[in-house]
């Protein structure tokens, strides 16, 4: 169908400008995301006028789905604002059909493939950080080790736990490097995150989004958490700064996940089953 071609076409050159920009600077632009919004309600919209009003009505559902899903991202957050309002324009692009079909899973479907692709991509990304910085990140991992080191061996216990279950029941073998497995993972992020994520910079310098990693007190007054910082705190952090208050803030850079929508979204182009199959790995 004409629509589909028109809104894969739009999505994917979307897709590729905000990975770019991500990729480079670390946000999308504004502009980029409400165009795409709007762009995506508007080509629904004249399409409507000749096919029927459920083309309408399916984009305005898979925004709702994904405005409740952003939000709740945001708000909790896991994700900036760029990320979550990106989110929207793919729900307004993808749709959910209605009265429901198959076709109405393609949401869902991509959201799956956006968390296991960006699972993969994260992982991918951290580990090519750690090799650039082998030396530094060796010293780090090892202090890392010590300083969680009853972890470590409750990791080891569980996994000669197994180990001895799996003596009469076999079926439980690959369970005996999963607990080591995900502690050494977890030890990994966590030391890529604290030595490569975080830096210092300017109040002048912070933009809408930017992720404050640490607590800001005036007078003993706890005034910050860490948060995801909008507008009206980036004018009190700023104030702050010109009155000599606060010379620098610790913001968390986090990987540059745009390009796992386009990864999500050129496997739900091909039918789903790349997502299907990382699903089954997983």
């Not at 984009?59 to 990320?83: E, H, I, K, P, S």
């Not at 993972?185 to 310098?205: N, Q, W």
């Not at 050129?266 to 789903?272: D, E, K, P, S, Y």
Request: with cysteine; net charge positive.
């Amino acid at each position: 169908m004409l629509l589909e071609i028109v809104l894969g076409v739009v999505t994917l050159v979307v897709l590729g400008a905000a990975s770019y920009t991500d990729i480079r600077t670390r946000e999308v632009p504004d502009w980029l995301n409400f165009a795409f919004l709007i762009g995506v309600l508007g080509i629904r919209g004249i399409f409507s006028l000749q096919y029927g009003w459920q083309i309408l009505l399916s984009g305005m559902l898979g925004l709702l789905v994904c405005f409740l899903l952003a939000n709740l991202l945001y708000y909790t957050r896991q994700w900036g604002g760029g990320d979550s309002k990106l989110l929207m324009g793919m729900g307004a692009s993808i749709g959910v059909v209605y009265p429901l079909t198959a076709v109405s899973f393609n949401l869902p479907l991509f959201f799956i493939g956006l968390l296991l692709f960006g699972a993969v991509y994260g992982l991918i990304w951290m580990g090519v950080i750690a090799v650039l910085n082998r030396k530094r990140f060796l010293l780090q991992f090892q202090a890392k080790m010590k300083e969680k080191y009853v972890f470590h061996y409750m990791a080891v216990g569980i996994s000669l736990a197994f180990g001895v279950v799996t003596w009469f029941v076999h079926l439980f073998w690959p369970f005996i490097v999963l607990p080591l497995l995900f502690f050494y993972l977890l030890l990994f992020v966590s030391c890529i995150e604290e030595e490569y994520f975080h830096k210092r910079i300017l109040p002048a310098r912070l933009t809408e989004g930017d992720w404050l990693a640490e607590e800001i007190r005036s007078n003993n007054r706890l005034l910050f958490q860490p948060k995801t910082l909008e507008r009206e705190d980036l004018i009190v952090l700023q104030k702050m700064h010109g009155q000599g208050k606060l010379p620098t803030v610790l913001i968390k850079e986090g990987i540059p996940f745009v390009p796992s929508f386009l990864l999500a979204y050129v496997a739900l182009l091909m039918g789903g089953y790349l997502v299907v199959l990382m699903t089954g790995l997983f």
